[in-house]
């Protein structure tokens, strides 16, 4: 497609369940970033896959959150045990690999997860 | 680490009226770029416009336009002309220039809530 995309746009699970957030980036983007946007709050950063491996992974929150990429493309973000404070809209963005030049982050519209 | 912040939750402005949202960051980089994103209830996050840090001259697109300031580290955004269509969320972010794994992710502030009014 022509953007960023994610499913599900909305997911509401009750506490205590694991949910999968997914997210198709841009074709040819190797660069592929994960983000959580609480109520009120500006984007705060998960995770970031240069192709299928994480050299930065240090804003996963708990052991509960886990993400993979799979064939350079899709990547899948896993929340095991969910607890109400996980209710956020989970953003993903892709971009061409960093490089000398600047690669915007292009951003998809977000799943938003609500934890009863 | 990099901080990014924004003291004005909430701006109005009146359609045609110029505003100027606010943007202050903290980093012992030299090299570095800064953004402003626009977020309407879509939720999708557009780029707004660009800055790179070794630029003096200020970057403009259109009617949105920045004052950067290297030293005070400050990066204002002026939406000149507003249109109904401004009102969303605007995010300043930071992003660091080096290569390293660790330095691509964007560094968000917590945004400014803009209506624009008839």
């Known amino acids: 497609g022509a953007g960023v995309s994610q499913s599900p746009s909305n997911k509401v699970t009750e506490k205590g369940k694991d949910v999968e957030l997914r997210c198709d980036p841009i074709?040819?983007?190797?660069?592929l970033y994960w983000y959580r946007q609480s109520l009120g709050q500006g984007l705060e950063f998960l995770i970031y896959?240069?192709?299928?491996?994480?050299?930065?992974k240090s804003g996963l929150p708990s052991d509960r959150f886990s993400a993979e990429r799979t064939g350079g493309s899709v990547s899948t973000l896993t929340i095991q045990r969910t607890q109400q404070e996980d209710s956020a809209v989970y953003l993903c963005a892709s971009s061409f690999a960093p490089g000398p030049l600047d690669q915007p982050q292009h951003f998809g519209d977000g799943t938003r997860l609500s934890i009863l | 680490a990099q901080t990014v912040t924004q003291s004005q939750p909430e701006m109005s402005v009146q359609e045609a009226e110029t505003v100027t949202l606010s943007c202050t960051y903290d980093t012992s980089e030299s090299d570095y770029y800064l953004f402003w994103y626009k977020q309407p209830p879509s939720r999708q996050m557009i780029l707004v416009i660009r800055?790179?840090?070794?630029?003096?001259q200020n970057a403009t697109e259109n009617r949105f336009s920045v004052n950067f300031q290297k030293a005070a580290k400050s990066f204002s955004l002026k939406i000149s002309d507003s249109q109904l269509g401004d009102a969303a969320m605007y995010f300043c972010?930071?992003?660091?220039?080096?290569?390293?794994?660790?330095?691509?992710?964007?560094?968000f502030g917590t945004g400014t809530r803009l209506q624009v009014t008839l």
């Open positions: 800055q790179e840090a070794y630029k003096q």
């Open positions: 074709s040819g983007h190797t660069a």
């Open positions: 896959f240069q192709g299928n491996s994480a050299p930065d």
């Open positions: 972010a930071y992003r660091s220039a080096f290569l390293a794994g660790t330095a691509s992710k964007l560094t």
